[in-house]
Protein backbone atom coordinates (compact mmCIF):
# COMPACT_ATOMS: atom_id res chain seq x y z
CA UNK A 1 0.00 0.00 0.00
CA UNK A 2 1.55 3.14 -0.84
CA UNK A 3 1.88 5.83 1.74
CA UNK A 4 0.14 4.09 4.46
CA UNK A 5 -3.22 5.67 6.13
CA UNK A 6 -2.86 8.32 8.63
CA UNK A 7 -2.67 7.97 12.22
CA UNK A 8 -5.41 9.54 13.88
CA UNK A 9 -3.70 11.51 16.57
CA UNK A 10 -1.72 13.40 13.92
CA UNK A 11 -5.27 14.17 12.07
CA UNK A 12 -6.90 15.43 15.02
CA UNK A 13 -4.09 17.97 16.27
CA UNK A 14 -4.06 19.56 12.81
CA UNK A 15 -7.48 21.30 14.35
CA UNK A 16 -6.15 24.03 15.36
CA UNK A 17 -4.97 24.96 11.98
CA UNK A 18 -8.17 24.01 10.49
CA UNK A 19 -6.00 21.31 8.18
CA UNK A 20 -8.19 18.53 6.93
CA UNK A 21 -6.49 16.77 4.05
CA UNK A 22 -7.95 12.77 3.56
CA UNK A 23 -7.88 11.05 0.24
CA UNK A 24 -10.50 8.18 -0.18
CA UNK A 25 -9.90 4.86 2.25
CA UNK A 26 -9.86 2.46 -0.79
CA UNK A 27 -7.07 0.73 -3.20
CA UNK A 28 -4.22 2.89 -3.11
CA UNK A 29 -5.38 5.86 -1.92
CA UNK A 30 -4.24 7.11 1.43
CA UNK A 31 -3.77 10.57 3.43
CA UNK A 32 -0.22 11.86 3.98
CA UNK A 33 1.24 12.19 6.91
CA UNK A 34 0.61 15.48 8.49
CA UNK A 35 2.67 17.24 11.23
CA UNK A 36 0.60 18.60 13.95
CA UNK A 37 0.32 22.27 13.54
CA UNK A 38 -1.33 23.46 16.78
CA UNK A 39 1.11 24.95 19.13
CA UNK A 40 -1.10 24.60 21.74
CA UNK A 41 -1.77 20.82 22.00
CA UNK A 42 1.16 19.24 24.37
CA UNK A 43 2.64 16.10 24.39
CA UNK A 44 3.77 13.69 27.09
CA UNK A 45 6.30 11.29 25.90
CA UNK A 46 4.26 8.16 23.60
CA UNK A 47 0.68 10.48 24.33
CA UNK A 48 -1.21 13.98 22.89
CA UNK A 49 -2.92 15.78 25.09
CA UNK A 50 -5.71 17.83 23.89
CA UNK A 51 -6.63 21.32 24.67
CA UNK A 52 -10.20 22.79 25.85
CA UNK A 53 -10.39 24.42 22.47
CA UNK A 54 -9.31 21.84 20.08
CA UNK A 55 -11.93 19.50 22.03
CA UNK A 56 -14.94 22.06 21.75
CA UNK A 57 -13.92 22.19 17.91
CA UNK A 58 -13.37 18.64 17.04
CA UNK A 59 -17.08 17.82 19.46
CA UNK A 60 -18.46 20.73 16.87
CA UNK A 61 -17.52 19.40 13.85
CA UNK A 62 -18.39 16.04 14.55
CA UNK A 63 -15.27 14.34 15.53
CA UNK A 64 -16.28 13.35 18.82
CA UNK A 65 -19.87 13.09 20.26
CA UNK A 66 -18.03 12.55 23.90
CA UNK A 67 -15.03 14.28 25.98
CA UNK A 68 -11.42 12.80 24.64
CA UNK A 69 -8.51 13.73 26.63
CA UNK A 70 -5.40 11.99 25.22
CA UNK A 71 -4.91 10.32 21.70
CA UNK A 72 -1.95 8.10 20.92
CA UNK A 73 1.16 9.80 19.51
CA UNK A 74 0.96 7.85 16.55
CA UNK A 75 5.07 8.26 15.04
CA UNK A 76 3.81 7.26 11.58
CA UNK A 77 1.28 6.21 9.27
CA UNK A 78 -0.32 3.14 9.54
CA UNK A 79 -0.52 0.63 6.62
CA UNK A 80 -3.10 -2.48 6.38
CA UNK A 81 -2.48 -5.13 9.10
CA UNK A 82 -0.80 -2.17 11.18
CA UNK A 83 -1.77 -1.33 14.90
CA UNK A 84 -0.62 0.30 18.26
CA UNK A 85 -1.95 -0.95 21.34
CA UNK A 86 -0.71 1.51 24.35
CA UNK A 87 -3.24 1.66 27.82
CA UNK A 88 0.60 2.31 30.16
CA UNK A 89 -0.50 4.90 33.05
CA UNK A 90 -4.47 4.92 31.79
CA UNK A 91 -6.76 4.64 34.79
CA UNK A 92 -9.54 2.17 34.75
CA UNK A 93 -13.08 4.10 33.36
CA UNK A 94 -15.65 3.82 30.95
CA UNK A 95 -14.44 2.26 27.37
CA UNK A 96 -16.05 3.10 24.16
CA UNK A 97 -14.67 2.82 20.42
CA UNK A 98 -14.59 4.55 17.50
CA UNK A 99 -14.39 3.67 14.11
CA UNK A 100 -14.05 5.87 11.01
CA UNK A 101 -15.13 4.04 7.55
CA UNK A 102 -14.20 6.99 5.56
CA UNK A 103 -10.45 7.09 7.26
CA UNK A 104 -10.66 3.25 7.44
CA UNK A 105 -9.65 3.30 11.51
CA UNK A 106 -10.58 2.08 14.65
CA UNK A 107 -9.85 3.89 18.31
CA UNK A 108 -10.55 2.71 21.06
CA UNK A 109 -10.86 5.19 24.40
CA UNK A 110 -10.99 4.40 28.09
CA UNK A 111 -11.36 7.16 31.02
CA UNK A 112 -10.95 9.42 27.96
CA UNK A 113 -7.81 8.42 27.01
CA UNK A 114 -7.26 6.73 23.25
CA UNK A 115 -5.65 3.35 24.08
CA UNK A 116 -5.45 1.45 20.39
CA UNK A 117 -5.59 2.61 16.81
CA UNK A 118 -6.20 0.17 13.82
CA UNK A 119 -6.28 0.25 10.29
CA UNK A 120 -9.83 -1.88 9.36
CA UNK A 121 -11.89 -3.08 6.19
CA UNK A 122 -15.29 -3.07 6.39
CA UNK A 123 -18.05 -4.16 4.13
CA UNK A 124 -18.16 -4.09 0.20
CA UNK A 125 -20.85 -2.08 -1.51
CA UNK A 126 -23.33 -4.70 -1.46
CA UNK A 127 -23.09 -5.20 2.17
CA UNK A 128 -21.85 -2.04 3.61
CA UNK A 129 -21.58 -1.72 7.32
CA UNK A 130 -23.97 0.38 9.36
CA UNK A 131 -23.28 3.90 10.60
CA UNK A 132 -24.66 4.78 13.86
CA UNK A 133 -24.09 4.19 18.05
CA UNK A 134 -24.18 0.56 18.77
CA UNK A 135 -23.86 -1.14 22.33
CA UNK A 136 -21.85 -4.16 22.30
CA UNK A 137 -24.18 -7.05 22.32
CA UNK A 138 -22.13 -10.21 22.94
CA UNK A 139 -19.03 -11.03 23.07
CA UNK A 140 -17.78 -14.35 21.17
CA UNK A 141 -14.35 -15.72 21.10
CA UNK A 142 -14.07 -18.37 19.01
CA UNK A 143 -16.87 -17.60 16.88
CA UNK A 144 -17.97 -18.85 13.56
CA UNK A 145 -20.37 -17.54 10.96
CA UNK A 146 -22.94 -19.69 10.36
CA UNK A 147 -24.14 -17.96 6.58
CA UNK A 148 -20.98 -17.64 5.43
CA UNK A 149 -18.93 -20.31 7.12
CA UNK A 150 -15.50 -18.12 7.98
CA UNK A 151 -13.53 -17.57 11.16
CA UNK A 152 -14.52 -14.74 13.10
CA UNK A 153 -12.50 -14.78 15.90
CA UNK A 154 -12.68 -12.10 19.02
CA UNK A 155 -16.39 -10.96 17.92
CA UNK A 156 -18.13 -8.26 19.80
CA UNK A 157 -21.50 -8.43 17.93
CA UNK A 158 -23.08 -4.74 17.75
CA UNK A 159 -26.31 -5.67 15.55
CA UNK A 160 -29.02 -8.20 16.00
CA UNK A 161 -28.65 -9.51 12.54
CA UNK A 162 -24.90 -10.01 13.02
CA UNK A 163 -22.57 -7.14 11.93
CA UNK A 164 -19.22 -7.62 14.41
CA UNK A 165 -16.06 -5.98 15.06
CA UNK A 166 -13.93 -9.53 14.93
CA UNK A 167 -10.23 -10.28 13.55
CA UNK A 168 -9.81 -10.69 10.14
CA UNK A 169 -7.01 -10.62 7.22
CA UNK A 170 -6.55 -6.90 6.73
CA UNK A 171 -4.75 -6.70 3.71
CA UNK A 172 -5.30 -4.14 0.69
CA UNK A 173 -8.62 -4.87 -1.58
CA UNK A 174 -10.36 -6.92 1.10
CA UNK A 175 -13.71 -6.42 2.53
CA UNK A 176 -16.38 -7.56 4.75
CA UNK A 177 -19.95 -8.76 4.49
CA UNK A 178 -20.22 -5.59 6.58
CA UNK A 179 -18.38 -6.18 9.51
CA UNK A 180 -15.55 -4.51 11.27
CA UNK A 181 -12.05 -6.65 10.81
CA UNK A 182 -9.25 -5.48 12.81
CA UNK A 183 -6.53 -7.34 12.81
CA UNK A 184 -5.85 -10.38 14.94
CA UNK A 185 -3.71 -9.21 18.00
CA UNK A 186 -5.39 -6.16 18.11
CA UNK A 187 -8.71 -7.86 17.99
CA UNK A 188 -7.92 -9.71 20.80
CA UNK A 189 -6.77 -6.98 23.24
CA UNK A 190 -10.10 -5.32 22.04
CA UNK A 191 -12.36 -7.74 22.82
CA UNK A 192 -10.15 -8.37 26.55
CA UNK A 193 -10.66 -4.61 26.61
CA UNK A 194 -14.63 -4.39 26.25
CA UNK A 195 -17.65 -5.61 27.78
CA UNK A 196 -21.35 -6.10 26.97
CA UNK A 197 -23.07 -2.79 26.95
CA UNK A 198 -19.93 -0.64 25.77
CA UNK A 199 -20.62 1.79 22.92
CA UNK A 200 -19.52 1.57 19.56
CA UNK A 201 -19.56 4.62 17.98
CA UNK A 202 -19.51 4.06 13.48
CA UNK A 203 -19.06 6.83 11.37
CA UNK A 204 -18.78 6.50 7.64
CA UNK A 205 -17.88 10.30 6.58
CA UNK A 206 -16.06 13.57 8.08
CA UNK A 207 -18.36 14.95 10.43
CA UNK A 208 -21.15 12.26 10.63
CA UNK A 209 -22.95 12.68 13.86
CA UNK A 210 -23.99 9.21 15.17
CA UNK A 211 -28.07 8.68 15.78
Known amino acids: MRGGVLAFASALLTLGAGTWAFSPPRPEASAETHTPTSATSSAAGDRLFLTNAQLTQAIARGTFDRPVKSLLAVPASLHF ?73 YTLRLTGDGVSIHGSSVRWGAATHGCIGVPLPFAERLFNATKVGDDVVVVASAGQRPA
Open 81 to 153: GDYVWNDRGVPAGPTWVRVDLARQLISVFRAGHEIGTAVVVYGADGLPTPAGKFPILAKLKDHRSATYDAPMP
